[in-house]
């Protein structure tokens, strides 16, 4: 899997939060939540993957600036 950019984990940040709304909403059919609920652990796994893969071996931030 890429590693994201921290634009971009801006962006899933932001549309993990607009979907844990809708289905918090109750408004959805089953199958919306179920679908939706999947797309939020996708989310989540991407999310863990980058902040597993943020640092060196020597403990240094890899997407920090120098």
Known sequence: MATLTLPEVFDVRLKLQELEA???AGSLS???R???EDEILTLKEKLGEFDRLKFSDE???LNCSA
């Open 22 to 24: 809708k289905v918090n």
């Open 30 to 32: 089953l199958f919306e």
């Open 34 to 36: 179920c679908d939706m």
């Open 59 to 61: 403990g240094e931030c």
